[in-house]
């Protein structure tokens, strides 16, 4: 069990390292009939394509999708959708130095330890076009929760230590890092251009809000909605930590700042009166916005030299040299809404079921 | 798909109310072999027992788990172990107002949202009782890893503002609230009277440091054990964040502090120099301390005035009485550490099948 | 993971030995509103009840199913639903001798192949008596499709070599058998007093009709509806074969004589004009009877004399004493029902997500 | 949950319709370090492949596998090996007219019934093309097992009314049907051939016999080896019975007759006396053969005239054109091989957790 499926009743498998002939995801249980076609998956790629700023790495793959199944006359037919991205800018030669020794920060002493040797080719499949194949299965997951009137916004909350101020949600698709206010995103320019000049890297926060999610998504004890989430969201490399609603903060708020009550709205629906909760209740949600924070590590690639030791049990000091990224954190923004929407996606099919009334709707 | 399973190899499945019969847990894939008897599980129940101290509720039951299945001659079988810890103090008239509104920050709206109704008596399946079959199945996978070397340290960070700022193993079990540090549980417990003293109630912090752990355990992409890790802790009531090794911290980080580089340790092994990564490396077990951390929030359950409506569609104010803990952290520590054993016995056992030497070790 | 978890969205978790405190099942994923009361599981736990005829066992238990969980006014919740069967009629010292051997026909030396020892009392996990939680898990899947207009009807169809020729539905809780055919019944009896008086057994056949199931359930690939339920019947014990529709004999049939004709019914609806398939075409329900049949190997442990060897690797030969039915067959009626129920159960739930508009019908 | 994916830590996921781009499989958990190359896959897949004989149907795919992830320097690395077969000699105008009714002893009502539309070009997911997933899966399965000692013996038993009444292991592969007999193989040539002249066709049985299985693989309750076996080879389309040993013959004979007693070979191990068992005893492996057989239905497309309806509700005759095995029977068989593998090598992985001895072995 490679550990390489996720989802139980909507499920995205993924395959592929690095360096060989390409990446994909096959999605199992996606519902018969929703309009489906190659633009809308590769909107999504497009939001994590290297190569778009100089502070992601100039890396040139036009990383097209091709559908190989699962499609007809444009639409879902309810079984396996099978993505390919064919990997085209390999640079195999880049990477036969590290062959030899363990990088600080990457995963290559832990395959190693796991598996005994590894694909050392730019990652295999620890790499991060790993996340090609989530964010392919994800755009199928939001297409198909837009049909039903789920939306995403997930934008850089921070970038080291230059943190959001305002928020304009169309400010998010005008600059490099997806952040909400323009200053601050200036801001991370600056600091970022700092971080390479040191030969460094920086890390950040990534924020996710999912509107429109009905109350009574997520199953009470082991699959809450946020335990599904915050695995889901961990998954991604990189990923230190995750919070729902006001998070790590609740810790030393007290329990009257923290509750959120419950109102009448106009129409007659019960609210919330406010929102400290992120939108789950003991793992159910409950009809507020879905509010997700994940904290991504500085780039663990960097130009500056470190201390590690190679295969031959040598002690050495090493610079790691290629094409790096010196930030994650932006191209990584679409591949935490695309987890949250496989997550989602999943618990909404599973919620499915969770009523008789809901069964006899269907079947009689 | 009511999500009361957790694990794939190693698994366990618990059920239970409040205020049914009991509660209980299946722990089906323990290898056999292992020795076992009650006083091993109950040892970790008693951790969470109510009763303890004036911090916690009053509720007086003894919670004494029976092994229904699974052990002959003081040795598991490798089929299911069932445990059922019987309940025994039920006061049903205490909650019989609360079936008709909806407490803040509870899982009532989001039941009623779910299913269409509730057992509303005491929390019904999203009570804190819930958390004794995830204890009594942890019990186990601690014991299933002590005997192969892998130990736990897990106790309060913090209770509200109050942060530890000392170590003392010694002094974790000495306190009322897991704390390692002396003089700040003595401060956690002037806080908490305030805090009663206001009818309010406060949350906190839970370190779980986990010793042993040999390189290699996890699964690369989407069962990463830091993803495994933070699913299992998110499940548990009340908790709204999960972090490893720096966590949010590396945010602002750079790549220079945060990686951790290798040397070789006098023994010839491979080691890490430092432990930022918190012990996993690409999802994958390093050979450092795990360190994981959980926020909890406070009890919602407070004695002051709180809004809400009633199932009648009424705006109404409430005050919540009863038995409730004015915060929950000291006894979820064990369920933090029982929710991280279980999910390191089920990587184990997922890793003992990664390399083709390793099936060769047993079948040839 | 020691396989005692059956079905993905509507599971059921069994556990418990032979001379253990109890047996027991924990159903997962049952929708909320179905009404549901003890008697229900009873009646079906009654149906494969010993003690009712000479030709079962006379160890005389009530079993007794007693709710642990799940069931709150009269209906079930959403949560897991805990059922259990104390075991009141353990004659321990009965068994003591069959320790020391590996009785020919059961699971002994295999037990003792998988984990190094086993629970030898009764025959522990692989007893007989392991079947409990499955006829109690059976009766709420059973209660769950009844509601949603699907119903069975299961009976013997031979024992050892007396077939049925006749077919009355309401001959077969006439006879101790579960015959539709009284005369047959009789001949039955006659056949196993003749098989007690050579201290033999016998075997035979089950066959199980399920009406009114809706035609779109099952999955196309591995999760084909004949799969399932071959899987579910043949996780019996002492089960050997299983069939659909024309089963076998369509090995030496034609496509011409095999192949189902569809037509109009007068109400408009497509309907198949024969069932050879037995309901199921390309791994989904057709709309027609689903039928399905399982050959049950004679009772293993028999009064005569047979060789094999003990655990100090000695060639013996043994005599299998005590309580034992002369043939399985009139018992297993209903566990084949009930795992029958448990998969149909199950396959209903995830076709509920089949397509998009479903999800509309719930969730717009 | 589309049911695209069998086995729980050794799984396969396949993907594929017929006249889409290709069809592949994704094998996930397969340790690290078994050599691997593609002709072991293409030898596997050459076996059911088409145009082999006039016997099967002369569309002529070369079926050449490519391996897209999961190998490394010729051996796998522990992580997802994507396979896939591009789809060349699509005719799809040959399979516009079926797109208009229900073809008798196919899937098309019940896709349509299930998904309210289907891919209609050549049986699209229901197609026997989606076998080459399962075949080159298989493969894997089959080259892990090999590596431990265990091998298949696969061939034809039985077409329409011709059974095999010798048996030579080398006459396997010398004859077009896989018959382990040369004059059944040469009778079975004449039946067909008086099947084609009557646009008619047969059916038959395959057997499948494994040899080297260590005691101790399955689970004892829901996951027994035979079930698990029965569900894999049930999941094959066509397929109408599955039985283990002796199978549905047991039902008519005697426990004295159908037991297999115990002895000690001159090694000293325990061994069967005979098999009618077929390997298994309660649903764990007993060292001997495992022996199974599976009844295939005659191929359903036939050139006669038949019965059904089309979409527009009226009922029409037709007769089926096109390339059309008369029989599937002979390139089902590897199809059965590769499932059983598959099984098999799930079964391995998981029962290789089933100790304490065996994980200290590893981690110790």
Known sequence: MAGSTFGTVFRITTWGESHGKGVGVVIDGCPAGLPLKSLDIQEF???????????????????????????????????????????????????SEIASYYRPGHADYTFDAKYGFRDYRGGGRSSGRETIGR????????????SLGISFCTYTRSIGPVEIRDFSREEIFNNKFYMPDRDAARKAAEYLENCMASRNSAGGVIECVIHGVP?????????????????????????KGVEIGDG??????????????????????????????GGILGGISDGSDIILRAAVK?????????????????????SIKGRHDPVIVPRAVVVVEAMAAVTLADALLIGSTSRLEYLQKIWK
């Open 135 to 146: 964010v392919a299965g994800g755009a199928v997951a939001a297409r198909l929760l837009a």
């Open 298 to 318: 500085p780039t663990p690639s960097i130009a500056s030299e470190q201390k590690t030791v190679n295969k031959s049990g040598e002690e050495i000091t090493v």
């Open 45 to 95: 790629l497009d939001r994590r394509k290297p190569g778009q700023s100089r502070y992601s790495t100039q890396r040139s793959e036009p990383d097209r999708v091709e559908i190989l199944s699962g499609i007809f006359e444009g639409r879902t037919t309810g079984t396996p959708i099978s993505l390919i991205v064919f990997n085209k800018d390999q640079h195999s030669k880049d990477y």
């Open 215 to 239: 109350a009574g998504l997520g199953e009470p004890v082991f699959d809450k909605l946020d335990a599904s989430l915050s695995k889901a969201v961990m998954s991604i490399g990189a990923m």
């Open 248 to 277: 790590f903060s609740v810790a030393s708020s007290t329990g009257l700042d923290d509750n959120d009550g419950f109102h009448i709205r106009p129409d007659g629906k019960v609210e919330k009166t406010s929102n400290h909760a």
